[in-house]
């Protein structure tokens, strides 16, 4: 079935680093989603990718959605402690009603 | 305006025990989706209504299962009988179409089977 690989699965890294994290999968995706999930919350939606080769900000997040349809990048620049959490990727196929396939998941951690 | 909310949030049973979990959509949202994280693996999809509807219920593990949305509301997901593979997180979302419409996630339920 459809299946994204996220890597990597955890960071550890100073504040002011920059961060990246990227989705691969074998199948192809109409949409691409990047979601922050914090601790006791669910996953809330960063960034959305609708075209391949689509590159979106959304203050220091950036990403990028693979020409191939089947890849995509988060960048974090310049990381503060606030920034800690679980990331993850999804992807979406039309027809599909709306479900979503997740990736593993990236844990970031922030030393002040 | 309220946010999707899941209850319990914590729930810790034995193997063979029945568990239930509820979800209560945002007001006008006639998509609700269930899913789980079993721990440090992907979020999985289990299933997805429209309104009381089961539109897709391809990722339910197995027929101990059993997920209900009467009147289109909220809905439940009843585990019955719990065996220790279902621990994980049970999230619950939802959104206003189908398609590719923002999903908007509940706090999960974290579910222990000792």
Redesign the interface.
Known sequence: GQQLNQSPQSMFIQEGEDVSMNCTSSSIFNTWLWYKQEPGEGPVLLIALYKAGELTSNGRLTAQFGITRKDSFLNISASIPSDVGIYFCAGLVYNQGGKLIFGQGTELSVKP | EAG?TQFP?HSVIEKGQTVTLRCDPISGHD?L?W?RRVM??????LL?F?KESK??ES?MPNNRFLAERTGGTYSTLKVQPAELEDSGVY?C?S?QA??????F????TRLTVL
């Open positions: 999707v949030s998509n989706y899913y440090g693996k992907e979020i999985k999809f997805h429209v539109q897709d990722g999230f979302a959104s189908s398609g590719y419409n923002e999903q996630f509940g706090p999960g």
